[in-house]
């Protein structure tokens, strides 16, 4: 059995907006591209670190009310932006760090992703920025 | 200098002034309608010239 483990219920933030009431899922990501470095003698394939391509996956419920997901959302297609979650809702500490994307790109956007006798949710991936960690409020 | 002016609660007190971080994106917030802008106005007053 886990020792520690803690409920799912992270804070998220879009350019500085708040859309964790819309918010069923997310997935950030840290990467760091493999370059690879293997020469002749070597028996195995070896890789050195390269540029990182960060990720933050989400999904969201589609609103087109003021301040909603596609008032969020509409602008920043094709741009950069910060994003930034957090595990919990409790304040930023060593148990509880803030990740940021700073200038991470939203390549694209479902406008609409209707089903019969569903609510409209949609996926959306923010690409690239730079990877930090705070810990302190 | 444009101050913006927090108009949605998602990203802060409605009436504060909204300090952008970092790799926020102005204009996709004010396309938004989660700040406005307010272009500070300068005092008329001249000042006159220090009497010697």
């Known amino acids: 059995m886990a020792t520690t483990t803690y409920l799912s219920n992270p804070t998220v933030t879009v350019n500085s907006v708040d859309i964790t009431d819309q918010c069923t899922a997310a997935t950030l990501t840290k990467v760091v ?65 803030l990740f940021t994307l700073t200038l991470t790109y939203l390549e694209t956007l479902p406008v609409i992703n209707a089903t019969l006798g569903e609510l409209d949710t949609i996926d959306i991936t923010f690409t690239g920025g730079t990877y930090s960690v705070s810990t302190t409020p | 200098m444009t101050k913006y002016i927090i108009q949605s609660s998602r990203i802060g007190k409605i009436g504060d002034q909204f300090i952008p971080t970092d790799g926020t994106n102005i204009e996709a917030l004010i396309e938004g309608g989660f700040i406005s802008t307010a272009t500070e106005t300068k005092s008329s007053k001249v000042k006159s010239e220090p009497k010697e």
């Open chain 1, 33 to 97: 591209e493999a370059l690879e470095n293997t020469a002749f003698g070597a028996t195995a394939r070896t890789y050195t670190g390269g540029l990182q391509n960060n990720e933050l996956t989400l999904t969201l419920y589609n609103s087109f009310a003021a301040s909603e997901t596609y008032a969020t959302l509409n602008g920043l297609v094709g741009t950069g932006t910060t994003v930034t979650i957090k595990p919990t809702g409790s304040a930023v500490s060593a148990t509880n760090p």
